[in-house]
């Protein structure tokens, strides 16, 4: 137990529509990280945040966004969804600045199905 | 460019026998390094890591890894494997703003 919650477990939504995506992380976390893992590979590093500010990006579109708030939960939103995105999407959390020099704690992650 | 190498896409061992799963990477500079196991339908649960010092690291589960500066690899180790061991193996890189993951090695123990 990582003590990172995500929520929804399972997801299906349908081409152009949009998603929200949520994540719990430990209390006193500061830095939450998202990924998206398409089957069979690796994760893919979407976007950091670091006491509610984007501190990270890695190459994915503009209509991949996200929000943290003061209580360590956070969001990821995907708008005009396409078929590739589907995947299994992982919030990750760490307690200090990012950079990745630290350890993150890895939730259970969201499948998503577009159809 | 950035990037992380897992050569090997599956990896099958008898229970109890020693294992080697191999990752590479090319960075500009020395990342931190990492390595993940993934059971199916679970998130990502860290091993180890390397950040600087010893270059032999000691992670849960008896697993450890040995970084080699002039290899560019990061190699993780375990001696005697167990069946619960069956899992995705995930390196990943880290460096500034950016993370980087292989895309796995699948090990099987057979009994």
């Known amino acids: 137990e990582t003590g990172v919650t995500q929520s929804p477990t399972h997801l299906i939504k349908t081409r152009g529509q949009q998603v929200t995506l949520r994540c719990s992380s430990q209390?006193?976390?500061?830095?939450v990280s998202w990924y998206q893992q398409a089957l069979g590979q690796g994760p893919q590093f979407i976007f950091q945040y670091y006491r509610e500010e984007e501190n990270g990006r890695g190459n994915f579109p503009p209509r991949f966004s996200g929000l943290q708030f003061p209580n360590y939960s956070s969001e990821l939103n995907v708008n005009a969804l396409e078929l590739d995105d589907s995947a299994l999407y992982l919030c990750?959390?760490?307690?200090?600045?990012?950079?990745?020099?630290?350890?993150?704690?890895f939730g259970p992650g969201t499948r998503l199905l577009v159809l | 460019a950035q990037s992380v190498t897992q050569p090997d896409i599956h990896i099958t061992v008898s229970e109890g026998a020693s294992l080697e799963l191999r990752c590479n990477y090319s960075?500009?500079?020395?990342?931190?390094l990492f390595w993940y196991v993934q059971s199916p339908g679970q998130g990502l649960q860290l091993l180890l890591k390397y950040f600087s010092g010893d270059t032999l690291v000691q992670g849960i589960k008896g697993f450890e890894a040995e970084f080699k500066r002039s290899q560019s690899s990061f190699n993780l180790r375990k001696p005697s494997v167990h069946w619960s061991d069956a899992a995705e193996y995930f390196c990943?890189?880290?460096?500034?703003?950016?993370?980087?993951f292989g895309a796995g090695t699948r090990l099987t123990v057979k009994p």
């Open positions: 990750a959390s760490s307690p200090g600045s990012g950079a990745f020099s630290e350890t993150q704690y």
């Open positions: 209390s006193g976390h500061n830095t």
């Open positions: 960075y500009g500079a020395t990342p931190y």
């Open positions: 990943a890189v880290g460096l500034n703003n950016d993370m980087r």
